[in-house]
């Protein structure tokens, strides 16, 4: 399984950015997929993550309201509508994929650099 990230940018505070990532392989099957980032200095964060099959959602508190993920399940990929984006969410934003619920994610996307400038 491949995971490919876009999307990434410089935006201004308050603006916003839609995230790709597509999945591809024979063999690609996804239970969850997810979204994390990490800003320097700081350790990785689920951001959100999506349940392949029912669309259920989770979101961390400090991106509720703000950010939207979803899924086009044609297409294999995941998305992450980032709204009223601020200094805080810069950081490199990672897609992941665990193809069971009770597997850690096994399949990581090379990363899209957000930055917004306040």
Known sequence: VQLQASGGGLVQAGGS?????????RTFSS????????????EREIVAHIVWSSGTTYY???VKGRF????????NTVYLQMNSLKAEDTAIYYCANKPRSNW???????????????
């Open 17 to 25: 950015l839609r995230l790709s990532c597509a999945a591809s392989g």
């Open 104 to 118: 850690p994610y096994n399949a990581w996307g090379q990363g899209t650099q957000v930055t917004v400038s306040s």
């Open 68 to 75: 939207t993920i979803s899924r086009d399940v044609a297409v």
């Open 31 to 42: 239970n969850t997929m997810a979204w994390f980032r990490q800003a320097p200095g700081k």
């Open 60 to 62: 961390a508190d400090s």
